[in-house]
C-alpha cells in the first residue's frame, strides 16, 4: 500500500473516531490542525523514513494542494495551541485549581480514557475471549461518548 493511502486510511480511521469528533471539537486544536499535527509525527512511523515537509503536505486529507509553507504554518498554529494548552495544565495545578472538586468529573473522564486504551491494547487471542472484550469495549466507549458530551454541554461547563 502506498504512503498516501496508509495514512489517508489511518487519519480517517482516527479523525472518524466518535471519541475523537467530541474531543477535538472541544480542545484548542483545529481539525486541520489535529491532522497536521498527526500527519507530522506519525507519518514518518508509517512510511518507516524521514519525510520532507512538502511530502508531509501531500499527505494531507484535502484535495486541495498544500503548499510547504502553509504545511508549516500549520503545523506551528498546532504546536503553539499544544504548548500553550500544557501550560494552562500546569498553571492551575501550581495554582492549587486541581485540588478543587469541581475538576473531578474531567479527572473521571481521563481515568475512563486510559481504561479504554489500555482495553484496545489487551486485546485476547481467543474468541470467546475476544468476543467479551469487544462487548467491554463498547461499554466504555458508549460510556465515554455520553460523558464528555455531558461535560461538554454549556450548562456543565463549570471550574
Known amino acids: 500500500m502506498k504512503l498516501k493511502d496508509s ?4 487519519l480517517n480511521g482516527a479523525l472518524n ?8 471539537k472541544n480542545c484548542q486544536l483545529t481539525k486541520i490542525q489535529l491532522e497536521t499535527l498527526l500527519i507530522d509525527i506519525l507519518a514518518e512511523n508509517i ?3 524521514q519525510l520532507k515537509y512538502d511530502e508531509k503536505a501531500r499527505l494531507r486529507l484535502t484535495k486541495a494542494k498544500i503548499s510547504r509553507g502553509s504545511f508549516n504554518r500549520t503545523l506551528a498554529q498546532s504546536k503553539d495551541n499544544v504548548i500553550k494548552s500544557i501550560y494552562t495544565v500546569l498553571l492551575l495545578g501550581y495554582l492549587g485549581v486541581f485540588e478543587s472538586s469541581t475538576l473531578d468529573p474531567y479527572l473521571e ?4 480514557l486510559r481504561d479504554y ?3 484496545h491494547q489487551d486485546i485476547p ?3 470467546e475471549e475476544l468476543e467479551d472484550h469487544v462487548k467491554l469495549i463498547e ?3 458508549e460510556e465515554l461518548e455520553t ?3 455531558r461535560l461538554s454541554s454549556p450548562s456543565n461547563q463549570s471550574l
Request: net charge positive; aromatic share 4%.
Open 7 to 10: 495514512t489517508t486510511a489511518w
Open 125 to 127: 487471542g481467543k474468541k
Open 17 to 24: 473516531d466518535p471519541i475523537v469528533k467530541i474531543l477535538t
Open 117 to 119: 486504551v489500555e482495553a
Open 47 to 49: 512510511s518507516g523514513k
Open 109 to 112: 473522564i481521563a481515568n475512563k
Open 139 to 141: 461499554i466504555i466507549r
Open 147 to 149: 460523558s464528555l458530551k
